[in-house]
T-cell receptor
């Protein structure tokens, strides 16, 4: 699978590979985090969320990992498909508003 | 069920015109948010409503921006005397409640171009 240790603006993978997208968040007081997928011309689509009292949460083909010590969040996508191609944003919540990180463009080739 | 809807999807305005952007949140969602997304960037918070009350407008960039939600459902974001720097996608999001951190679900956005 393809993974990145630091945030990179783009990630290219082959269909069937596992993808890992990383995100550094800014506020140690943030208590809730969401990953969104945004396709061209559309609004952000909710993928998975995690609260600060958890380290890991799994969904369908996706896993989110939270490391509060280094303020790091990652999204793992298993068996990446061409339909997964999009921009992925992590967002942190302190209070009510979401603060979005820099997006990562995932390109999946078949 | 129906998601968040926004209208118009595209708006072209001449500099100096006023525009009004509409958001229909998910039925029953108490909280409503507006965000602004510049090209190639992540969304940035503008304002937040809990029912009809505007509880946070700290993200509105100037007094030309005004939002309302008079009956606690549909919301309108109004921009007066539009400037070229207002060109962006305006996103609306809603969440079901108010207690504790809750997921926000986004609409498709209104793409505003100011000429």
């Amino acid at each position: 699978g393809e993974s990145v240790g630091l945030h990179l603006p783009t990630l290219s993978v082959q269909e069937g590979d596992n993808s890992i997208i990383n995100c550094a968040y800014s506020n140690s007081a943030s208590d809730y985090f969401i990953w969104y997928k945004q396709e061209s011309g559309k609004g952000p689509q909710f993928i998975i969320d995690i609260r600060s009292n958890m380290d890991k949460r799994q969904g369908q083909r996706v896993t989110v990992l939270l490391n509060k010590t280094v303020k790091h969040l990652s999204l793992q996508i298993a068996a990446t498909q061409p339909g997964d191609s999009a921009v992925y944003f992590c967002a942190e919540m302190t209070g009510t508003a979401l603060i979005f990180g820099k997006g990562t463009t995932l390109s999946v080739s078949s | 069920g129906a998601g968040v809807s926004q209208s118009p999807r595209y708006k072209v305005a001449k500099r100096g015109q006023d525009v009004a952007l509409r958001c229909d949140p998910i039925s029953g969602h108490v909280s409503l948010f507006w965000y602004q997304q510049a090209l190639g960037q992540g969304p940035e918070f503008l304002t937040y409503f809990q029912n009809e009350a505007q509880l946070d407008k700290s993200g509105l960039p100037s007094d030309r921006f005004f939002a309302e939600r008079p009956e606690g459902s549909v919301s309108t974001l109004k921009i007066q005397r539009t400037q070229q720097e207002d060109s962006a996608v305006y996103l609306c999001a809603s969440s079901i409640g108010t207690s504790g951190p809750l997921a926000q679900y986004f609409g498709p956005g209104t793409r505003l171009l100011v000429l």
